[in-house]
């Protein structure tokens, strides 16, 4: 079955993907900015795209990262012993 019809897969995938975000943009700070540059007059970078997406994901993982944590150890104890 595909992780878009199973909710508690769906949750477990979108987990992974706002944790590898945040470690990703950790490690490599610039990695979701594309190498782009503010242009003058600009106050912010324009970020779209599947880039954008991965960008916002982190700042998820970054801003809310004790209660993705906590969402991940509860997801872990839920696959290793329920499912």
């Not at 503010?38 to 809310?64: A, C, D, H, N, Y």
């Amino acid at each position: 079955m595909s992780a878009i019809f199973d909710f508690s897969s769906l949750l477990t995938v979108l987990l992974l993907l706002i944790c590898t975000c945040a470690y990703l943009r950790e490690m490599r700070p610039k990695i979701f900015d594309g190498g782009k540059t503010l242009e003058p007059g600009e106050t912010r970078l324009k970020r779209t795209g599947v880039t954008g997406f991965l960008w916002k994901m982190s700042r998820i993982g970054e801003r809310l990262s004790p209660y993705v944590g906590a969402s991940c150890a509860i997801m872990a104890i839920h696959v290793l012993f329920f499912k």
